[in-house]
Structure formats: structure tokens, C-alpha cells
């Protein structure tokens, strides 16, 4: 299933293809000069296996919810801290948003995730945040907690909703959330477009999102459906977390799991804090 979160789409840990993961461990296997055998395990991690039936996931470095979300919580309290920073410290966000655009990149084509690069991301990131939650807090008070609830809200009601396994992902679902992506980054782009070039009426803060039909702003009527869109992500995310530890991938792509996790939230947050400044205006 394609999936539209770059931080799991190069990963062959969460690729619907098992012969991706077998061959990631089998190239890892012949890097370290050992003998790979049954469906990419090396000679040793098979016999560590008959050793020790009741080894921990730490010893038969295999992926588990546990350890995944541990990462997650550890990039996200550098991120939090990171925010603190860009929320006090003025024009350092634009420091955090170029480093943490170059790490993204970096984590996203690495073949080997790193919890020190995803972490490193997660500060950085945080800079960015906490500037533009700085930024937006000062024009609009009050905004940012409103945000931050938003954000929880959703994720938590989308984490309940597919554990309990009324919402799963579906090959149909993710074509159409595909296609409105391209859809709502062509229109980010133009809107973006005509704000520069102060074109008309989309030389606002907004741009074309501050025009009202019937008394509605687009921006308001857009910001919903792009929050859905975002949950939809999140959804994505956990069923490839789940495909990760159903096959047993290596521990170390809780890492890879924890970035794709920051990128999705990152963008739900800043997105519910643009439709909430939009529904705002310019009060």
C-alpha cells in the first residue's frame, strides 16, 4: 500500500513486500561479513533464537509497540524542548527550519535509521515550532493551547478508533487520500505564488484560504478536510508500525517509525493552528 508519509516510504521495514526487509537484512548480513540464512536471519541471531525462547525483544533486537513508542516519547520530549527554545529565542526558528528540512531528507533516504539523527530532527523541528507557535501566539493570544488540545485530540481519537479496529487504512481510502494531497499541495503552492507576487485579493495573510464565500472563509472549509486528511496519515502510520512489528522487523526501525510519527503530528499541529487563525481573522 503506498503511503504518503516519506518516513516510512523508503523504509523496507514497513513495505507491504517482506522480500524487502528479508533483502535489507541480508545486505546488513553481508556488510558485516556474515552468513545470512532462513528468510534473512544470520547464522547467529537463528541460534540465539533456539537459546533463548524467552529472550526479550532487546535480545532478539526485534521491533515491539513498547520500545517504539518509548522512541516516540523520547523524540518527542526533545522536540517539546526544542519548542521551549524556538518560543524564547527569536529568528532561531529559521536555524531550526532549514536543519531540521536537511536532517528530514537525511532520515528519510538513510537505509540504516539513527536514533541520534532522529533526535537531532526532533530538536530541531522544535525550533521551528516554537517559533511559529511564538509568532502566532503574539497575533492571535490564546491560539497556540487551542492548537495543542486540537492535536491531541485528534491523534488520541485516531489512535482509540483504530485499536479498536473501526478505522483501518484501505487500498481505495489511500488512493483518494492521495489525490486530494497533490490537490492541497497545488493549491498551497499557487496560494503561496500569489502572495509573494501580491496578486489581488490573496495578498493577505492568507492568501486565497481569507476569501469568504457566503460569509465562510475557503481556508476554514479546506482546513477541515486537510485535518481529516492528516488523521487519515496517522492511520497510515500505525498500520505500517504494525506491519513492522507483525514481521518482526529490527529494533532499530522504532526509530524510523518515531520520525514518520513527529512529521505527521508536526504538520496537524501547524495545520489546525492555521485553520484556527483563519477562522479568527483579524482579531
Do not use: C
Request: glycine share 12%; no cysteine.
Amino acid at each position: 500500500m503506498a503511503h504518503s508519509n516519506p518516513g516510512f516510504n523508503q523504509s523496507p521495514a514497513f513495505s507491504n513486500d517482506g522480500r524487502a526487509l528479508d533483502k535489507w537484512r541480508a545486505d546488513q548480513a553481508a556488510a558485516a561479513g556474515k552468513p545470512v540464512v532462513n528468510g534473512g536471519m544470520t547464522a547467529e541471531q537463528l541460534q540465539a533464537l533456539y537459546e533463548k525462547p524467552s529472550a526479550s525483544p532487546v535480545d532478539t533486537d526485534r521491533m515491539t509497540y513498547e520500545d517504539t513508542i518509548a522512541k516516540t516519547v523520547g523524540a518527542f520530549a526533545v522536540l517539546l524542548v526544542g519548542a521551549v527554545a524556538g518560543w524564547f529565542i527569536p529568528g532561531i526558528w529559521i536555524v531550526g527550519g532549514i536543519v531540521g528540512f536537511v536532517l528530514a531528507l537525511v532520515n528519510i533516504f538513510k537505509k540504516r535509521p539513527s536514533g541520534a539523527l532522529v533526535l537531532a530532527y526532533a530538536g530541531f523541528e522544535g525550533l521551528f515550532v516554537g517559533g511559529i507557535s511564538a509568532f502566532f501566539d503574539a497575533r492571535w493570544p490564546g491560539i497556540v493551547p487551542q492548537a495543542v488540545f486540537g492535536t491531541l485530540g485528534v491523534f488520541a481519537v485516531t489512535l482509540a478508533l483504530f485499536a479498536s479496529g473501526k478505522v483501518r487504512a484501505s487500498k481505495r481510502a489511500t488512493q483518494i487520500f492521495l489525490v486530494a494531497m497533490v490537490g492541497y499541495a497545488a493549491y498551497a503552492l499557487v496560494n503561496f505564488l500569489l502572495q509573494v507576487f501580491h496578486v489581488g485579493a490573496a495578498s493577505n495573510d492568507f492568501g486565497l484560504s481569507s476569501i469568504r464565500v457566503f460569509g465562510i472563509p475557503i481556508g476554514a472549509v479546506i482546513g477541515i478536510v486537510v485535518v481529516l486528511l492528516a488523521a487519515y496519515s496517522l492511520v497510515l502510520d500505525f498500520t505500517q508500525i504494525k506491519v513492522g512489528v507483525e514481521r518482526g522487523a529490527p529494533r532499530v526501525f522504532g526509530w524510523q517509525a518515531a520520525f514518520g510519527l513527529v512529521v505527521t503530528i508536526v504538520w496537524l499541529y501547524t495545520e489546525i493552528l492555521r485553520f484556527l487563525a483563519i477562522l479568527r481573522g483579524n482579531n
